[in-house]
């Protein structure tokens, strides 16, 4: 089985986030050994950030990071241990929370859908969201 930047890669569906994790310096970590649960933003999510963001974020490496780091969370969480609480809040790797609901028998990260759950890797587990989430306090960057 492929760990989770193998599994990014074959799906083609992150090839920007996978971009965004070699220029903060990332991918080596997410090839570790985990697990993490990583709420990947696939291509069409990093396409919807207002104009100039993502130019923004690529140019600053500790805003790049502090924004892919919010991104994942230490260990494996299933769609099921999330469905089967009825929700929870965990921390994610750049130490702030991401609080996850359960509507209508689909989970959410911090008010964003997870559109695919439970993308299994040999070093953790995928969930595909349809937003990047943006952390508070770390601006998302003006538009240029």
Not at 29 to 48: C, R
Not at 114 to 120: K, R, Y
């Amino acid at each position: 089985m492929n760990d989770i930047i193998e599994v990014a890669v074959r799906s083609g569906q992150f090839s920007t986030l996978v971009a965004a994790l070699t220029v903060a310096g990332l991918t080596e970590a997410l090839e570790g050994k985990g697990p993490f649960t990583v709420f990947a933003p696939t291509d069409s999510a990093f396409a919807e950030l207002p104009n100039g963001t993502l130019h923004s974020l690529l140019s600053d490496r500790v805003r790049l990071a502090a924004v892919l780091l919010h991104h994942v969370v230490p260990g494996k969480l299933m769609a099921s241990d999330i469905l089967a609480a009825g929700g929870a809040t965990v921390d994610t790797l750049n130490a702030l929370p991401l609080n996850l609901t359960v509507r209508d028998g689909k989970v959410y990260v911090n008010g964003v859908h997870v559109v695919n759950a439970d993308v299994s890797a040999s070093n953790g587990v995928i969930h595909v969201v349809d937003e990047v989430l943006i952390p508070a306090g770390v601006p998302a960057g003006a538009a240029e």
